[in-house]
């Protein structure tokens, strides 16, 4: 009994170990550069981060606005830029084995890596233009989270349903006996 337990404790740990070996990840690399929006990289926050796949891979952007994210797998990914100030283009990243000089996949690992600016909602367009390669990311937009405070407005004051609740019994208290009964009339 004890026996059979170890043979397939054995058996489970070798196939967990072929499974690791044979799965070769990859690393992306990039930068964020700067732009009229983010004219200094440094001050992008240090909570920043890249993310692919909505966090099965992250990397932390460095100083000087460079990041390298490893462990990416073969296939599609998803690269966002996760930063609360700024907001970044979103990134198809494609990642397959170059094909050897006879059309076949290279044995060698290899890995060739397109990249395509995509658009949230849209299917994933291998006809959109190859982005460069590492990586150059330019913020799009910086965030606003703070309005400005409105002044005060009598016109604002009068428009709101529980002052026009306070004003209007004050209002028909004060019409006349016949104004009122004509208003009445027009209600029924």
Not at 22 to 44: N, P
Request: aromatic share 8%; with cysteine.
């Amino acid at each position: 009994m004890l026996g059979q337990g170890l043979l397939i404790l054995q058996s489970l740990l070798l196939l967990v170990a072929v499974v690791l070996a044979t799965d070769k990840t990859y690393r992306v690399r990039g930068s964020i550069v700067a732009s009229d929006i983010l004219s200094d990289v440094s001050q992008l926050a240090t909570r920043a981060q890249v993310v692919l796949n909505g966090g099965e891979c992250r990397a932390f952007i460095q100083k000087d606005g460079t990041f390298a994210v490893d462990n990416v797998k073969l296939g599609d990914s998803l690269l966002e830029i996760a930063s609360s100030d700024y907001a970044f283009p979103k990134i198809h990243v494609r990642i397959s084995l170059k094909e050897a000089a006879d059309g076949k996949e290279e044995d060698g690992g290899r890995a060739s890596i397109a990249a395509r600016y995509v658009q949230v909602g849209s299917e994933w367009s291998v006809n959109a233009p190859v982005l460069a390669y590492p990586l150059r990311i330019s913020a799009s937009d910086k965030y606003d989270f703070f309005t400005e405070r409105q002044g005060f407005s009598i016109i604002t004051m009068f428009s709101n349903p529980y002052m026009m609740m306070f004003i209007l019994p004050k209002l028909q208290a004060n019409l006349d006996p016949e104004a009122l009964k004509e208003l009445q009339g027009k209600k029924e």
